[in-house]
């Protein structure tokens, strides 16, 4: 009992202690809840910045703030342009680098494949008994594209890369007049790949929808993994390819009339935004060109010849597009038929589909 | 060795617009070309403001960064120029300026960009100081004679300020300090303002800088 007394007397000495010490702090506490502070200082009177709002509107902060100027032309009377750090941004650090890894990243694996499978060869060897695959239309509306997309592809990548690469090579002078060159062939050319792309959807579209097969065509990876795949005229590789261009390019051909005709009255953030679409779109475009012209040369035995000649050898036909080839076997019965009643070979560049030439 | 900086007083700037008719006079800039603008905040309404803008002289650059030519380079001086014979016109960077500073002369074909102009700080280009190129291509020099931007020189109310960035900041602290002394008393130029008490300043605007 004494003992139980005598810790409560200690316990509410300790009580009291505390509470002596705390006292001299609950004037600070009270303040701090109230949020006051404290009063009759004027040295300490809390005040806005007299220029706050109006550097918080130049800075363009919460809203665009466009002011009035005497001077006319785009954007002036925007003080401060605030997407442009942004861009730089993209472009100093984005774009430049990973577009260069993407590009390198696809021609790193091309080569490795090639290494691995060498060039993949008609199995059974030419035939000699050809077949025609694209219509002297069909191999131009091609080469115009193929013509107009490096031009403006290479010289893309001057006007990109050129300060890092060329530079160091030609000097400032001689890169100078690479790039002044570089931007005039690309700003000239540029409206024509519009024209191209268009000709090439047109050309391309009939065959380029899906069918049933392709899925699985896709699963196979070609038949690059092994096994034969059947395919139509072309196989799902090539409409994801066809699809991709059309759609890669008609961004390029959008964004591209809004960069190059600068005397529209486009606002730079329009310009800017464009510019990002354009450059992303070009470099997934010319990266996966690669595999295409891969493909279309050392990685294929018998493709060039399409695209050159028109031809294809029939057992490439075959191995690569047997569905296609069954097709045009049945077809071309009902043709030769029609041309031995015209008289031989028409001269509209619709050649007989099977010459042995 | 000196930065050089613009800097426009905003409580100032009365958008008389000298600034950019000695611009254009004193560099002869091409037809179309301003290198130098006022721009109005609020025009018309309480809060109003002006501003003269032109190529602050960045220290991190960005036109300088993004330029594919590499055509710009910085003076011992702080100011950014660029080499008009290097420049290919291709407007980067313009959308790279926060400023709007990069000019184009529309020259070629599909009226493209000619090659950019912009404020030199008046202090002239790449070429030999005093030439015929340099005046032609680039405008002035007065840097090199001694004088400061005839932008700022000209200025009626010494709102745009030109020159080493120590004595710029240094000029505006005072003017910040003896504002806040005369807007206690008679509370004309900011609203809800009142830095501190009068130091005896009362009714004067500003000091005599």
């Given at each position: ?89 993209y472009r100093m650090e984005m774009l430049a680098p990973y577009g260069a890894y993407l590009m390198g990243a696809i021609l ?42 490096w031009?403006l592809g290479v010289t893309g990548l001057i006007l990109l890369y050129g300060r890092m690469v060329l530079i160091p090579l030609l000097?400032l002078?001689g890169f100078s007049?690479t790039a002044?060159a570089s931007k005039?062939?690309h ?88 510019h990002?679409?354009h450059t992303i779109?070009a470099i997934?475009?010319i990266a996966?060109?690669f ?67 | ?64 960064a993004v330029c594919p030519v590499d ?17 290919i016109?291709c407007?980067y ?117």
């Open positions: 009992m004494n003992i139980a007394r005598k810790r409560q007397m200690r316990n509410v000495g300790i009580l009291t202690l505390l509470l002596v010490l705390i006292a001299p702090l609950i004037p600070y506490a009270i303040s701090a809840v109230s949020g006051s502070s404290v009063q009759g200082n004027e040295y300490q009177t809390q005040v806005k910045h007299p220029g706050g709002d109006l550097w918080r509107e130049v800075r363009q902060r919460d809203t665009d703030v466009i002011g009035r100027t005497q001077v006319k032309g785009v954007d002036t009377g925007i003080l401060i342009n605030k997407s442009g750090e942004d861009w730089r941004q790193g694996l091309i080569v490795l494949f090639y290494l691995v499978r060498g060039t993949l060869r008609i199995p059974g060897g030419f035939s000699g008994k050809k077949i025609l695959r694209f219509t002297l239309n069909e191999r131009m509306v091609h080469w115009f594209t193929v013509v107009i997309f031009l000097g002078e007049i002044s005039e062939v700003n000239l050319i540029g409206p024509l790949f519009l024209v191209a792309m268009l000709a090439l959807i047109i050309t391309f579209i009939k065959d380029n929808f899906y069918a049933s097969g392709d899925l699985k065509w896709l699963f196979k990876a070609g038949g690059m993994l092994g096994g034969h795949v059947s395919a139509g005229r072309f196989n799902a590789g090539e409409k994801v390819w066809y699809w991709l261009a059309s759609f890669l390019g008609l961004a390029l051909c959008v964004t591209g009339l809004i960069l190059d005709f600068a005397i529209l009255g486009q606002s730079r953030e329009i310009m800017a935004l464009s990002v679409i779109a997934v475009m996966v060109s595999g295409h012209i891969y493909l279309g040369t050392a990685g294929m035995e018998g493709s060039l010849s399409s695209m050159s000649t028109g031809y294809v050898d029939e057992n490439w036909a075959k191995a690569h597009h047997d569905r296609w080839y069954e097709e045009m076997q049945a077809t071309t019965t009902k043709d030769s038929k029609q041309e031995a009643v015209a008289g031989g070979v028409a001269a509209t560049g619709k050649a007989s589909p099977i010459s042995d030439n | 060795m000196a930065s050089m900086k613009f800097y426009c007083d905003a409580e100032r700037c009365i958008e008389c617009n000298g600034c950019v008719t000695a611009c254009k006079n004193e560099n002869e800039v091409p037809w179309g070309v301003n290198r130098r603008r006022v721009v109005t905040i609020k025009d018309g309404e309480p809060g109003e403001r002006s501003l003269s803008v032109a190529c602050m002289h960045c220290s991190d650059a960005p036109c300088a055509c710009f380079y910085i003076t011992d001086d702080g100011v950014v120029l660029h080499d008009k014979d290097i420049c016109g407007g960077c313009f959308y790279a300026c926060p400023f709007g500073a990069p000019q184009f002369p529309s020259s070629a074909a599909f009226g493209s960009r000619g090659k950019m102009d912009k404020c030199t700080f008046c202090a002239g280009g790449p070429e030999e100081n005093f030439s015929s190129e340099e005046k032609l291509k680039y405008g002035s020099n007065r840097l090199a004679e001694g004088k400061l931007p005839l932008c700022a020189e000209m200025c009626a109310t010494k709102a745009l300020l030109a020159g080493d960035a120590d004595i710029v900041s240094d000029i505006y602290r005072k003017r910040i300090i003896n504002r806040g002394a005369s807007v206690m008393n008679w509370g004309v130029a900011y609203e809800n303002a009142g830095l501190r008490v009068s130091q005896g300043k009362a009714g004067k605007a500003s000091s005599t800088d």
